[in-house]
């Protein structure tokens, strides 16, 4: 097993005494927090939390672990991944790393190589690496693209059902917007999304067709009672306002299920004004956003011999301002559109604050990846820490934020219905016979 800091007790009942929680994270305790954390006794009793209470207050009688301050967390939630294209970059690299590299690696790759045993074995590692890491939820969008969709919805539901007590998962079908002219392989999509439990997704691009695609796209997904998790704006020009006009069709549509937005990068080139519009927009309509900081930095503004002269992501914390529900994500791992990563919410966090700024203060910092992206999925019982909730928690050794996000707390301990986990992590080496070494 990977080393861990520290061992809990054995036990059917017992304490984590002296715990620094994220106050973002907890439910219904009235205990002093500074700087967004609080400390308190976890009482766990036959794998499910029994109650919360101020350090130094739980039963004397409970076997315990002392803390001494580290921290606990809520297992993760990652609700914008791509476990479909994961880990294929040793056999389909990006030469140049720029988006349209990317584009064409993947097509390559998927026309080539995407079978389902392919796409199972890429998938399940995938898993296994979160779940060493701590995480409980994850989205992921599926290419979609006739016969793709059929191929990886269907392994997906095989998948989903196999890893339902370690991780809930969902799926999005990605596609581009335009391919709905095309009606027969629309019907034939939305048939697997619904017999799959999907929601509808795609790539929304500006051009004189994109209000009948939204209204469409819409129409459909109220008809059938889909969600809807769209790729938008996943570049550096100004022109692109696609998220603009999805919040409008939102509106438009009285569309009454939930919508989600990734990227939206052209958002942050914008003028202020221009921006501003939009944001109102997005939060009247109700539509969350989410962030995929490693990803957007990677990609954006990447030209040959040229340094990046920006960061690549939304504007977080105005759509936040303004009451858009948004969180971050992971996005691609070790894939043409970004060729690391490793499905690790700490690691997405951490370069979250760095990259977006969330830090100064730090106080609700957390949300990002647990309870806010937990509650724009549908899954409020999820990245929470609440009496009444199964055990599903990350424990640290360390005690404050500057701790906390200066190493990649490789000695973390996760707890899964109260019991210890391996967190061993898969070996790339399994992979050779499927994408080489």
């Avoid at 690299?93 to 998927?110: E, I, Q, T």
Wanted: aromatic content about 8%.
């Amino acid at each position: 097993m990977t080393y861990s800091f520290i061992s809990p007790p054995n036990a059917a009942r017992f304490v984590l005494s002296n715990a620094t929680v994220p106050a973002a994270t907890l439910e219904h305790i009235d205990v002093p927090v500074t700087e967004g954390l609080a400390t308190v006794d976890i009482v766990i009793s036959d794998g499910m939390i029994a109650a919360i209470r101020p350090a130094g207050a739980a039963p004397a009688d409970y076997a315990r672990t002392d803390l001494r301050d580290g921290m606990v967390w809520p297992c993760f939630a990652d609700i914008h991944t791509h476990l479909d294209k994961g880990h294929i970059w040793p056999r389909q690299a990006n030469p140049d790393g720029s988006f349209m590299g990317a584009l064409d690696a993947v097509r390559a790759d998927r026309e080539a190589n995407w079978s389902a045993a392919d796409v199972k074995r890429r998938m399940e590692f995938s898993l296994r690496s979160a779940y060493a890491h701590g995480t409980s939820l994850i989205r992921t969008h599926l290419d979609s693209l006739a016969p793709q969709h059929r191929i990886s919805f269907e392994v997906f539901a095989e998948i989903r059902d196999a890893w339902k007590d370690r991780i809930a998962l969902q799926a999005v079908a990605l596609f581009p917007l335009d391919a709905m002219a095309d009606s027969t392989f629309f019907t034939d999509l939305v048939t697997t999304i619904r017999q799959t439990g999907g929601l509808l997704g795609g790539v929304t691009r500006m051009g004189p067709e994109l209000v009948w695609q939204l209204d469409t796209l819409f129409r459909t997904a109220a008809e059938h009672g889909l969600d809807v998790d769209l790729h938008v704006d996943e570049t550096d020009d100004r022109g692109a306002e696609t998220l603009r006009a999805i919040a409008e069709a939102v509106l438009r549509n009285g569309f009454e299920g939930k919508v989600t937005a990734g990227h939206c990068c052209s958002l942050a080139r914008q003028d202020e004004d221009t921006a501003a519009r939009t944001v109102e927009l997005v939060a009247k309509a109700g539509v969350a956003v989410i962030a995929l900081p490693m990803c957007n930095m990677y990609l954006q503004d990447r030209y040959p011999g040229r340094t990046p002269r920006w960061r690549g992501v939304t504007l977080f914390k105005e759509l936040a301002a303004a009451g858009v529900a948004t969180a971050v994500a992971s996005d691609n791992t070790r894939d043409p559109f970004y060729a690391y990563g490793d499905l690790d919410p700490v690691e997405v966090f951490r370069e979250a604050v760095r990259i977006l700024h969330l830090d100064h203060p730090l106080d609700t910092a957390a949300r990002v990846v647990t309870t806010s992206p937990a509650a724009i999925v549908g899954r409020p019982d999820k990245g929470r820490i609440a009496a009444g909730d199964p055990a599903d928690l990350v424990l640290f050794s360390a005690r404050r934020w500057s701790e906390f996000l200066s190493r990649p707390q490789a000695d973390r301990v996760v707890l899964r219905r109260g019991k210890v986990i391996d967190r061993s992590l898969p070996d790339y080496r399994e992979l050779d016979s499927v994408v080489g070494a």
